[in-house]
């Protein structure tokens, strides 16, 4: 009997727990880009926890190549190439992204990204169609990205925001608006520290 009764509880609690999840608010940006390639995906690994990291490569003077997003403290697969310079950047805590602008053409050329703290990090070069992602609601943040990848070159992007699953690291007051450069983890022999700016193509 008392079997019975626990089986019956976690049958409530599971269905409780799915029915809290499907009435957390959401919405959807882009794809933006080409979309040639093969499809790539972050949900799943976001139930690990919200994005805490991420690390960009990009070929010098020229589109994106790789991306990789942490969850929590446990890093997701990597999707594209360690083609070029690779630039990563830690969150704060407490801090989520609100927003995603860049470029895009065949690729995806550039990407800016702002936070709950008023920073914003830029990774590529501002070359091709302008783009800017944003949720529908305050309450939402990036909880993971989709998109497609060719090679050694990121084809397209796409945004997936929510509200944060139960407190987790909750957002925090803006500190005001910084605009650091992404940190350097290394550079490929023959490929630049700094890309020179690229002249602005079709916008």
């Known amino acids: 009997m008392m079997l019975q009764i626990l089986g019956v509880t976690l049958l409530l609690l599971g269905a409780s727990a799915g029915e809290k999840e499907r009435q957390r608010r959401h919405s959807y940006s882009g794809e ?9 995906s972050y949900s799943g690994p976001d139930r690990w926890g919200p994005i805490t990291a991420l690390r960009i490569w ?30 990563e950047v ?17 690729y995806i050329y550039q990407l800016i990204i702002s936070t709950t703290h008023g920073r914003s990090f830029f990774f590529g070069q501002p070359y091709g169609y302008s783009f800017n992602a944003v949720p529908l609601s305050r309450a939402e943040y990036l909880v993971f990205l ?10 397209g992007i796409a945004m997936h925001w929510a509200e944060l699953r139960g407190r987790g690291r909750e957002p925090a007051e803006p500190s005001g ?10 550079s490929l022999p023959g490929f630049a520290s700094r890309p020179e700016t690229r002249k602005p193509g079709p916008s």
């Open 58 to 87: 990009e070929h010098c003077n020229s589109y994106l190549s790789g991306i990789q997003l942490q969850f929590g403290h446990r890093w997701g697969e990597l999707f594209g190439a360690k083609v070029g310079k690779a630039l």
């Open 146 to 155: 989709t998109g497609h990848y060719s090679g050694s070159s990121l084809t």
């Open 177 to 186: 608006g910084e605009f650091p450069r992404p940190t350097q983890l290394f």
């Open 32 to 40: 933006y880009g080409s979309g040639s390639g093969t499809p790539f």
């Open 90 to 106: 830690t969150l704060l805590p407490r801090e989520h992204i609100t927003q995603i602008s860049g470029k895009h053409y065949t």
